[in-house]
């Protein structure tokens, strides 16, 4: 129905509480990132994911070896304790990207869609995608949130609260240079603090990676691979979901996610 689409896009990328974001890997604040959704098979956090609509939660295909067994918890703060706002739902379909490649992680998206709508709420709502022929320059100011490791071998303190860094958007030709070769595809994009390492650690694949336009959040990556944990000049990369427009949109249906163009090119005078 319209007014279902209408509230989708009104509220996609709106956290309800404004909240202050912290640069540097620490514990995210309640419902500054609304979205962020907990993928777990057989009771155990595995995945990051995004809340795109009222049904579907976006994620990396990678995460998934077996298509049973999973559920996705929305509204969440602590892994490990209990989370009042908390919303959970079994997956009743699976969508990978028919072309994702598991050695070279190109077209590395999946789409969940869940067995029940969810009701938006303060601490639920989706996140706005970067349409079709967004421009993320490189210095482009992104946050990645996740229950995933804070350093190699470390995983998040108890009770597991959900973390947020600031990290900026590094070109993909450089990116290549730092990886050592040709790795990194048009359809990721990467990120990373060179001189130290501030990056998405394992537990955080599938997430997202977001940026701020007008006072929308807009989500330019999902979490793929890396080199290592967070270490300096070895970069994340991300799916670049601006390339999965068309693809994502064939499979949503009626209820569209709200697709935003970002362009980092725009002057500040025009923002």
Known sequence: PANLLTLSLQLCGSPALSTKKIVGGEDAQ???????????????????????????VMSAAHCFSSTFGWEVSLGRQNLLASN???????????????NHNRSSHDNDIALLRLSSAVTFTDDIRPVCLAA???????????????WGRVQEGESVPLPKRLREVQVPVLGNRQCN????GSSVT???????????????????SGGPMVSEQDGVWIQSGIGSFGFGCARPNLPGVYSRVSRYQSWISSHIGSDEPGFVQFNSDWPWWSR
């Open 30 to 56: 309640e419902g500054s990132w609304p979205w962020q959704a907990s993928l777990q098979a057989f009771g155990h956090h595995v995945c990051g994911g995004s809340l795109i609509n009222r049904e579907w």
């Open 132 to 146: 079709n022929g967004s421009v993320f320059n490189n210095g482009t100011d992104s946050w990645v949130t996740g």
């Open 186 to 204: 048009d359809n990721m994009i990467c990120v990373g603090v060179l001189e130290q390492g501030r990056d998405f650690c394992r537990g955080n």
């Open 84 to 98: 009042p706002n908390e919303v959970t739902k079994t997956v009743a379909t699976i969508v990978l990207h028919p």
């Open 177 to 180: 240079c730092l990886t050592g």
